[in-house]
């Protein structure tokens, strides 16, 4: 095929596109302003759904917790920052915060093979990193994670082992 | 009806071919995404590449798009308008598919649909394969009148 051969088939397929492109769109609007779908064009929230699906994550109690660590069938993973990681955290914990868990989540991937459960873990009741890297960790295919509502202090307050360090 | 030129068309035929199955999949997978649009943006937004704003319009908008390329192909009417952006979204897909499998993300595909399996290399390939499909059918399709004459031509 000859290039003039070719861009004689293209513009026509442009224009054509076009043409569809448009009344798709039509048909789309149209679709939605009789509203046969329950859906605006427009007002997707995404911070709603994240609210919604971290809902979902389970919650572990401490007791349950520390039955596991006595076990060794659980990894800590401290989600708050470096800093507070460095200054204390439960013994053998690994420090991810939420948006480095894709740097993680091939290694936890074969400890997850291997049947560990992860529990993640910030400092106070209403703390959000605990379940945002438990989200991001389920979403990058580790479905046994749990989260310990307010871990650090309620870990610290019952005494069980902690570490200081980046390890 | 008599086969005019077979088998000498292969081309034209083997376009054809691919005409149809891209029609079959862009209908099955439009009507799929069409009675769910919910589950659809959820799919999207998951694959974290458009702001808020756009998702919903794209789950609305994209199935319909592919129902409308799955007629045109059919039909014969704009073809090669359709089978250019058959083309063009396949390789957004492909793209997209790409960008989230490096990411390490594991998602549901939403491809056809919200029941769709979870993006692999797999998805990837097929993509491609259905994306050169389109090209093939862009440049290659000649339709039906070209294989099949409804007279009868006397010897």
Same mark, same amino acid.
């Given at each position: 095929?000859?290039?003039?051969?070719?861009?004689?088939?293209?513009?026509?397929?442009?224009?054509?596109?076009?043409?569809?492109?448009?009344?798709?769109?039509?048909?789309?609007?149209?679709?939605?302003?009789?509203?046969f779908?329950?859906?605006?064009?427009?007002?997707?929230?995404?911070?709603?759904?994240?609210?919604?699906q971290?809902?979902?994550?389970?919650?572990?109690?401490?007791? @349950?917790?520390?039955? $596991?660590? !006595?076990?060794?069938?659980? %990894?800590?993973? =401290?989600?708050r920052?470096? +800093?507070?990681?460095?200054?204390?955290?439960?013994?053998?914990?690994?420090?991810?915060?939420? @948006?480095?868990?894709s $740097?993680? !989540?091939?290694?936890?991937? %074969?400890?997850? =093979?291997?049947?560990?459960? +992860?529990?993640?873990?910030?400092?106070?009741?209403?703390?959000?990193?605990?379940?945002?890297?438990?989200?991001?960790?389920?979403?990058?295919?580790?479905?046994?994670v749990?989260?310990?509502?307010?871990?650090?202090?309620?870990?610290?307050?019952?005494?069980?082992?902690?570490?200081?360090?980046?390890? | 009806?008599?086969?005019?030129?077979?088998?000498r068309?292969?081309?034209?035929?083997l376009a054809?071919?691919?005409?149809?199955?891209?029609?079959?999949?862009?209908?099955?997978?439009?009507?799929?995404?069409?009675?769910?649009?919910?589950?659809?943006?959820?799919?999207?937004?998951?694959?974290?590449?458009?702001?808020?704003?756009?998702?919903?319009?794209?789950?609305?908008?994209?199935?319909?798009?592919?129902?409308?390329?799955?007629?045109?192909?059919?039909?014969?009417?704009?073809?090669r308008?359709a089978?250019?952006?058959?083309s063009?979204?396949?390789?957004?897909?492909a793209?997209?598919?790409?960008?989230?499998?490096?990411?390490?993300?594991?998602?549901s595909?939403?491809?056809?649909?919200?029941?769709?399996?979870?993006?692999?290399?797999?998805?990837?390939?097929?993509?491609?394969?259905?994306?050169?499909?389109?090209?093939?059918?862009?440049?290659?399709?000649?339709?039906?009148?070209?294989?099949?004459?409804?007279?009868?031509?006397?010897?």
């Open positions: 095929m000859t290039p003039n051969n070719l861009s004689q088939k293209l513009y026509p397929a442009f224009r054509e596109g076009i043409i569809i492109l448009a009344v798709a769109l039509f048909i789309a609007i149209i679709f939605t302003l009789l509203r779908n329950n859906m605006p064009l427009f007002g997707f929230s995404s911070a709603a759904l994240v609210k919604e971290q809902a979902k994550i389970l919650s572990i109690t401490l007791s @349950e917790a520390y039955d $596991l660590y !006595a076990k060794n069938k659980v %990894i800590f993973i =401290d989600a920052d470096p +800093f507070s990681f460095e200054e204390g955290h439960i013994a053998s914990a690994i420090n991810i915060y939420p @948006e480095d868990a $740097l993680h !989540a091939s290694s936890l991937k %074969i400890k997850a =093979d291997q049947g560990f459960i +992860f529990v993640t873990y910030c400092d106070g009741p209403q703390c959000p990193l605990s379940k945002e890297t438990a989200y991001a960790l389920i979403q990058r295919g580790i479905t046994t749990k989260v310990l509502v307010n871990g650090w202090s309620i870990w610290l307050k019952a005494g069980y082992p902690v570490s200081k360090g980046k390890k | 009806m008599k086969l005019r030129n077979f088998p068309p292969f081309i034209p035929l054809l071919i691919c005409r149809l199955a891209l029609a079959i999949i862009f209908f099955y997978a439009g009507i799929e995404k069409i009675i769910n649009p919910g589950d659809i943006a959820v799919a999207i937004y998951n694959y974290q590449l458009l702001p808020d704003f756009a998702i919903n319009v794209s789950a609305i908008f994209f199935p319909w798009l592919e129902v409308l390329i799955a007629i045109s192909l059919v039909v014969g009417i704009f073809k308008g089978a250019l952006l058959s063009l979204l396949f390789m957004t897909f793209t997209v598919l790409t960008i989230n499998l490096m990411r390490g993300l594991d998602i595909c939403g491809c056809f649909g919200a029941s769709s399996g979870n993006i692999n290399w797999f998805y990837l390939v097929r993509d491609l394969s259905l994306f050169c499909m389109s090209v093939f059918v862009l440049i290659y399709d000649r339709g039906w009148r070209y294989l099949f004459s409804f007279q009868d031509y006397k010897k």
